[in-house]
């Protein structure tokens, strides 16, 4: 089974600090995604990478940045986090242009 | 208007019933249509795939599609408490960016037994 790991389940940080959140899928995917869920509003794309060393913004791209240095590895970066960066925070990868996403467990990330 | 539209419900419904659950877009350039399946605190996960229009068919689950109306249906036979979880539909233009996937909100299910 295609396996996508977040590095935290649940994940406390303090308004301002640099915030890495960790991602590794194990099945060689080309594509891979951040997405953010909130209630009533959905999922929404922040960032995706095709490529290594290749990223593409998404729908909310701001206050956040991404790194994929490896195929395998894609980690979101927010620079300085603030109270309306909370929120449950959904890593996926595909293998190609047309497949269906398999998705990580989620990090449930609180800003205070 | 949005480009996926879904009723949040939520949908309660008693074990055993037939549940349908339904999308509308707007956007017809969107050929590949998924349901995801997401149990609480857990990420979603793949559960139907279907290219353009027609019917799929899996187990206890179907997937209708009808490009020409720009709607689409997850239906659930003899439903069960485990099937209790948000789905979401989800839908992928041919061309150009095509491995974005764009979402509905999700439609909150609850099985009673």
């Known amino acids: 089974d295609v396996k996508v790991t977040q590095s935290s389940r649940y994940l406390v940080k303090r308004t301002g600090e640099k915030v890495f959140l960790e991602c590794v899928q194990d099945?060689?995917?080309?594509?891979m995604f951040w997405y953010r869920q909130d209630p009533g509003l959905g999922l929404r794309l922040i960032y995706f990478?095709?490529?290594?060393?290749?990223?593409e913004k998404g729908d909310i791209p701001e206050g956040y940045s991404v790194s994929r240095e490896k195929k395998e590895r894609f980690s979101l970066i927010l620079e300085s986090a603030s109270t309306n960066q909370t929120s449950m925070y959904l890593c996926?990868?595909?293998?190609?242009?047309?497949?269906?996403?398999?998705f990580g467990s989620g990090t449930r990330l609180t800003v205070v | 208007q949005k480009e996926v539209e879904q009723d949040p419900g939520p949908l309660s419904v008693p074990e055993g019933a037939i549940v349908s659950l339904n999308c509308t877009y707007s956007?017809?350039?969107?050929?590949?249509f998924m349901w995801y399946r997401q149990y609480s605190r857990k990420g979603p996960e793949l559960l139907m795939y279907?290219?353009?229009?027609g019917n799929k068919e899996d187990g206890r689950f179907t997937a209708q599609v009808d490009k020409s109306s720009k709607y689409i249906s997850l239906f659930i036979r003899d439903s069960q408490p485990s099937d209790s979880a948000t789905y979401l539909c989800?839908?992928?233009?041919?061309?150009?960016?095509?491995?974005?996937?764009?979402f509905g909100k999700g439609t909150l299910l609850t099985v009673n037994p």
């Open positions: 996926a990868s595909s293998p190609g242009r047309t497949n269906g996403y398999t």
């Open positions: 099945m060689d995917h080309e594509n």
């Open positions: 990478s095709y490529d290594v060393k290749m990223k």
């Open positions: 956007n017809s350039a969107f050929q590949y």
């Open positions: 279907t290219y353009s229009s």
């Open positions: 989800a839908m992928m233009r041919s061309g150009g960016s095509n491995y974005k996937l764009t």
